[in-house]
């Protein structure tokens, strides 16, 4: 019927093409190999030749793409250029970017972190500290480490940082310790850097930051880690961006320490990745209506600005023919008015246990589809939107090829031969990993198959055309 096109790894060295399916699945199309920094128009060019190579003489049938770069370029001209494209950022992605501003703009997170890199080097690098930190960590932890000093202080790296912030902070009582050792007093008196580092270590306000920093970057790659895991829709976007936010709050009244730096940030981030579709899959998902005093439910409207309202009526328009669309704006004022019947709105908000992780999920993730295509097929023309709009992914998340992949792809030169063979290699390691809906990065996952593209191009071919 439809489909939508992930493209993921734009910021790396193979771009993988995935298509996903209305009926929840994902089946992998190519890889893409490219080498630096690409320009949007070359990215442009090879999204609309994996659309044209999937749907033909039908393009309508790709109603969108969702990709980790090329928001404010390729995504954005394509979806000009083609009115009935939904082309959305991976939210995965713009969490991961939210941490980089934070890191480059905020003066707390550049202070944060030249404190602790003070404080690790020192720790490290000092015979007789490094000697009663490892002392009082051993009877603290039963074991001893050193502090993670990031190789590289770029700007654009949060994991690094996080490290030597995990570090410093389950270390806290032993460097507590350490600057109350009699056998260091004479080492931390000694010269102007150490005397600063005791200072700093017994100042409250140090650890308060620390702390706070620390809070913040966990607390943003926590949602980025259930966006992964959850694969995140559309019509979850408002709802994500707003528990963001109230947990934002919460984070600068505990602290106290963001002097509203970071909301402004959130915004930015939010109004950069915002596109209307969140608004108007928001609005149409059955699975976010509400119920009201009267036992009706009805769509969320009152939960949008009077701008994401506009955007939801100029999205839908956009996305019938001119002739469907004063229909369409009048079944989304029934649609606004009367909502779902209590019966059905219960069953697609049905929730159940899942056995694996203990949470609580929906029961039947494609009825919000289904009740569109069956019982509200009434609404002819925004059923058409609907049913497209809340099927979309707002994630690339999914196949990654993992080291051992990356490095025999290399390892084996750019020759047409060579290039065949690991687009073979990639397509049966993508299918099979889908077929077990198992992502893991895992290297001996693979290790079969790296053995098979060494060996037998005749066994390789079988396997090809067995999962295929």
Not at 56 to 82: M, T, W, Y
Not at 201 to 220: C, M, R, S, T, Y
Not at 238 to 255: I, M, N
Not at 330 to 338: I, P, S, V, Y
Request: proline share 3%.
């Amino acid at each position: 019927m439809f489909l939508q096109i992930a493209s993921d790894g734009w910021r790396e060295s193979l771009v993988s093409l995935v298509v996903n399916l209305p009926n929840g699945t994902s089946v992998y199309r190519r890889a893409v190999l490219v080498n630096g920094a690409v320009p949007a128009n070359y990215a442009e060019e090879v999204l609309l030749e994996t659309v044209k190579g999937i749907c033909g003489n039908s393009p309508q049938r790709c109603v969108g793409i969702v990709s980790d770069k090329f928001n404010n370029k390729a995504l954005k001209s394509l979806e000009s250029q083609h009115q009935w494209m939904v082309n959305l950022s991976c939210q995965h992605q713009e969490l991961k970017s939210l941490i980089k501003d934070f890191i480059k703009e905020l003066p707390l997170f550049k202070s944060v972190s030249r404190n602790c890199m003070r404080l690790a080097k020192f720790t490290n690098d000092t015979a007789e500290i490094r000697h009663a930190h490892r002392k009082y960590q051993m009877q603290e932890h039963g074991e001893s480490i050193m502090l993670r000093v990031p190789l590289h202080c770029k700007d654009c790296v949060f994991e690094p940082l996080f490290n030597l912030l995990e570090d410093v902070l389950s270390s806290a009582r032993a460097i507590h310790s350490v600057m109350h050792d009699d056998a260091c007093k004479a080492v931390l008196m000694e010269d102007h850097t150490a005397r600063e580092v005791r200072e700093m270590v017994g100042d409250q306000g140090f650890w308060n930051e620390v702390e706070a920093v620390h809070a913040l970057i966990k607390l943003v790659k926590e949602m980025a880690r259930r966006i992964e895991e959850e694969k995140l829709l559309v019509g979850q976007c408002l709802p994500l961006w707003d528990e963001l936010r109230a947990k934002v709050k919460d984070w600068d009244s505990k602290f106290n320490v963001g002097e509203g730096h970071v909301e402004k940030l959130v915004e930015r981030r939010f109004k950069k990745s915002y596109h209307p579709a969140w608004a108007a899959a928001f609005i149409l998902d059955p699975l976010y209506l509400i119920r009201d005093s009267s036992g009706k439910y009805l769509p969320p409207f009152k939960c949008l600005s009077p701008e994401q309202e506009k955007d939801v009526d100029k999205l839908i328009t956009r996305l019938v023919s001119r002739e469907e669309a004063h229909i369409a704006l009048m079944e989304l004022m029934k649609w606004r008015t009367e909502g779902l019947d209590p019966m059905y709105a219960r069953a697609v908000q049905m929730k159940e246990r899942d056995p694996v992780t203990g949470k609580m999920r929906i029961a039947n993730p494609q009825s919000s589809r289904l009740v569109w295509e069956t019982y509200l097929s009434e609404f002819r023309s925004l059923g058409k939107v609907a049913v497209r709009l809340i099927f979309l992914h707002a994630t690339t998340c999914g196949f990654k090829c993992n080291s051992s992949l990356l490095k025999w792809v290399s390892s084996h030169g750019r020759s047409h031969a060579a290039m065949d063979r690991a687009q073979k290699m990639i397509f049966i390691s993508a299918n099979s990993k889908f077929e077990r809906r198992d992502f893991s990065n895992e290297e001996d996952r693979d290790a079969e198959l790296l053995a098979m593209a060494n060996g037998d191009e005749n066994l390789l071919n079988d396997v090809l055309v067995d999962t295929s």
